[in-house]
């Protein structure tokens, strides 16, 4: 599993683990954050592209991302691709939390941000993809608190 981090270029799951822990350990004492998110764009017919995000946010002091670009089939269910994006997000917080576990950090605060949000088609399936995370140990955030799919992801989509 490669990411790609803008200040390192390509790197494996490990080295942005890694990465992310020098990063938070620079900091002692601040408060840190977590955050996963995954948005996808549709090409008509020749697939969907999907980005998750990992950011690690020095609350009031900024952070640093890396991200994942997956291209899978064209999916025709824009529900289908919101409960994906929500599973991409989970699958690398799962993956992270472990690791986190681990290595002696897991009170690092955790959270999957969603693509999701009280207006527009996707309002329709907050409360499911909010439970999926919720139901899976970790906090949601939904538009317009969701920066992390809806603007760190979203950039990588295109």
Same mark, same amino acid.
Do not use: W
């Given at each position: 599993?490669?990411?790609i981090s803008?200040?390192?270029?390509?790197?494996p799951?490990?080295?942005?683990?890694?990465?992310?822990?020098?990063?938070?350990n620079?900091?002692?004492?601040?408060?840190?954050?977590?955050?996963?998110?995954?948005?996808?764009?549709?090409?008509?017919?020749?697939?969907?592209?999907?980005?998750?995000? $990992? /950011?690690?946010?020095? %609350? +009031?002091?900024?952070?640093?991302?890396? @991200?994942?670009?997956?291209?899978?089939?064209y999916?025709?269910?824009?529900?289908?691709r919101i409960?994906?994006?929500?599973?991409?997000?989970?699958?690398?917080?799962?993956?992270?939390t472990?690791?986190?576990?681990?290595?002696?950090?897991?009170?690092?605060?955790?959270e999957?941000?969603l693509?999701?949000?009280?207006?527009?088609?996707?309002?329709? $399936? /907050?409360k499911?993809? %909010? +439970?999926?995370?919720?139901?899976?140990? @970790?906090?949601?955030?939904i538009?317009?608190e969701?920066?992390?799919a809806?603007?760190?992801?979203?950039?990588?989509t295109?």
């Amino acid at each position: 599993m490669t990411f790609i981090s803008p200040t390192h270029g390509e790197l494996p799951f490990r080295a942005v683990f890694d990465d992310l822990i020098h990063y938070v350990n620079q900091r002692p004492g601040e408060k840190h954050k977590l955050i996963i998110g995954t948005d996808s764009h549709a090409y008509h017919k020749e697939g969907v592209v999907f980005v998750t995000a $990992i /950011i690690v946010h020095c %609350v +009031g002091k900024g952070g640093r991302f890396y @991200y994942r670009k997956q291209k899978t089939r064209y999916m025709e269910s824009f529900r289908q691709r919101i409960y994906y994006e929500t599973f991409l997000s989970l699958e690398i917080a799962s993956r992270f939390t472990e690791k986190l576990a681990q290595n002696g950090y897991q009170d690092l605060n955790v959270e999957i941000h969603l693509d999701v949000g009280e207006k527009g088609e996707t309002r329709d $399936i /907050i409360k499911e993809v %909010v +439970g999926m995370v919720i139901g899976s140990g @970790y906090d949601a955030r939904i538009k317009p608190e969701s920066y992390g799919a809806t603007k760190v992801a979203d950039k990588y989509t295109h």
